[in-house]
């Protein structure tokens, strides 16, 4: 083939190529190499050694050193080397995403390399940005799942409430009122039974009063509302039969985090106590760049599984629909530990 048509089909080659000779110099660089690297001319790279000129620096900023360098093993080994992402640097120090292929080349005064390139940026970034719509549509599909299963809890707590109200709470205040009607009806002609019915009808009131407290403190503890995390938690751990260490915040909330702070707490203390046979727990609950962190560790017998009880995934959806994350580790043996992050504002993010 005449020397004119191959210079005039490398020129035109659609993907950058260059040489390297045996000592790792550039040889040649053809208009494409010229144009994805940065340069004007052939003659600013010509006579420069290729790996601290083009291949010096990882994505990072960290340098990348010469015998970890793929391109300098053809010419030493005569191997064929393949990469499908890597980065080169350009004239003015910027990185440009490659795929590359160097293959041996013999030359006069030895065994060099023609290494053909391309740029993958556009296609690394079409990539990331296909990764992310998937991640955000998966976030978003659990959020909505989380959100549908919240829903299926609230109204089984509502039929829960409901029944617990009439086997309760509703059945002491029935009791109360008849023996009220009793002792109205006795008060005139036998006082003794008539405080004795009376007496009766204090006590069942008593026990609605305590039965209805009960009720309410599981929705939503009134010491929360009036005190905050803090206080709620102090009163959480009051009759707790391990050791506690606690490090909360003082500092008032938004309603809607110390909510959801409060029953992380309050359902990892229940775990605690009934399943973790641990000596001591820890909690923390600190707030940073726009963030609650809290955390519950015990050291306990571990081996939680964080989707293997309605208790775990209901927090994990408690804390997702306020926006935030939950994470459990608990190795069998080591104990468990639960952090959470809660997005202080109080919404999704």
Not at 8 to 22: E, I
């Amino acid at each position: 083939m005449p020397a004119a048509l191959l210079d005039a089909l490398v020129a035109s080659a659609p993907d950058a190529l260059y040489v390297v000779g045996h000592a790792g110099d550039i040889r040649f660089a053809n208009p494409a190499a010229l144009v994805v690297l940065g340069y004007e001319s052939e003659a600013a790279l010509l006579g420069r050694p290729s790996h601290a000129t083009i291949h010096h620096m990882r994505p990072d900023g960290s340098p990348f050193a010469a015998e970890e360098c793929p391109l300098l093993r053809t010419p030493l080994s005569g191997e064929t080397v393949r990469v499908d992402e890597d980065w080169f640097v350009r004239s003015d120090g910027s990185l440009v995403a490659v795929a590359y292929a160097s293959a041996p080349l013999e030359l006069p005064d030895g065994r060099g390399a023609i290494v053909s390139f391309r740029d993958v940026g556009e296609q690394l970034r079409a990539r990331q940005a296909l990764a992310e719509r998937l991640a955000e549509q998966a976030r978003l599909e659990e959020l909505e799942a989380s959100r549908k299963r919240l829903v299926e809890v609230a109204d089984q707590e509502r039929r829960r409430l409901a029944r617990d109200l009439h086997d309760g709470a509703q059945q002491e205040l029935v009791h109360a009122v008849v023996s009220l009607q009793l002792a109205r009806r006795r008060l005139d002609r036998d006082h003794a039974a008539a405080f004795a019915a009376l007496d009766e009808g204090l006590a069942a009131v008593r026990s609605a009063i305590r039965d209805v407290r009960d009720l309410a403190q599981g929705i939503h503890p009134a010491v929360l509302s009036a005190r905050g995390l803090s206080a709620a938690v102090e009163q959480l751990t009051a009759r707790l039969s391990v050791a506690v260490t606690i490090d909360v915040l003082d500092d008032r909330l938004a309603a809607p985090v110390e909510t959801a702070a409060y029953f992380v707490i309050s359902e990892c203390l229940t775990n605690v106590a009934k399943h973790a046979r641990a000596a001591s727990v820890a909690i923390s609950a600190r707030s940073s760049d726009g963030w609650l962190a809290v955390e519950v560790s015990d050291d306990g017998v571990g081996g939680a599984v964080p989707n293997g009880g309605s208790g775990l995934r209901g927090l994990a959806d408690r804390v997702g629909a306020a926006g935030g994350t939950l994470e459990i580790d608990s190795p069998p043996g080591a104990g468990t530990r639960l952090r959470a992050r809660i997005p202080l504002s109080g919404r999704d993010r």
